[in-house]
């Protein structure tokens, strides 16, 4: 599905409205995304779902692709049970254990609008917010040069 981008001249700069179905900076809607991660919690292994779900790839590929859907849910997850303990209490935050809470069977597309106020902070498939840094990006300026040390 193509999401239609619009320019507005007075900011400079590109918004678009994304559905509630879609899954923010991946190629699959919630639904998918929420089916994998159920997999994952109900699973024996990471790499034995990546296995079932992935077939068509090598093991190490389907292991990424999983875990790029598997780990920013969870983290969307506890962030959205600790910002709202009210609606949650007792609830541990995993897809299976919020379909009871929410009560409706893609409980991503059903969270969206529970979560208005703190999609911007959320991050993605969930959430709007801003995309991880590479680890190479900010590699470089960690690390001093090699040689002795400056003089003082």
Do not use: N
């Not at 981008?5 to 179905?21: H, I, K, M, N």
């Not at 969930?126 to 300026?141: A, D, E, N, V, Y």
Request: aromatic share 4%.
């Amino acid at each position: 599905m193509r999401v239609a981008r619009c320019y507005c001249p007075t900011a400079q700069t590109t918004w678009s409205l994304l559905p509630d179905c879609l899954a923010s900076h991946l190629s699959s809607d919630l639904t998918e995304v929420e089916q994998v991660v159920a997999r994952v919690e109900a699973g024996p292994s990471v790499e034995a779902v990546a296995a079932a779900v992935r077939p068509d790839i090598t093991l190490p590929s389907a292991t990424r692709w999983v875990r790029r859907r598997t780990l920013p849910v969870r983290a969307a997850l506890v962030a959205l049970v600790t910002l709202l303990p009210a609606r949650f209490a007792g609830c541990a935050p995993a897809v299976t254990a919020l379909r009871g809470v929410v009560g409706t069977t893609p409980v991503l597309v059903a969270l969206r609008p529970v979560a208005g106020p703190h999609l911007g902070a959320l991050p993605p498939p969930l959430g709007f917010g801003p995309r991880r840094k590479p680890w190479h990006r900010w590699r470089g300026r960690r690390q001093h040069g090699p040689g002795p040390d400056p003089p003082r």
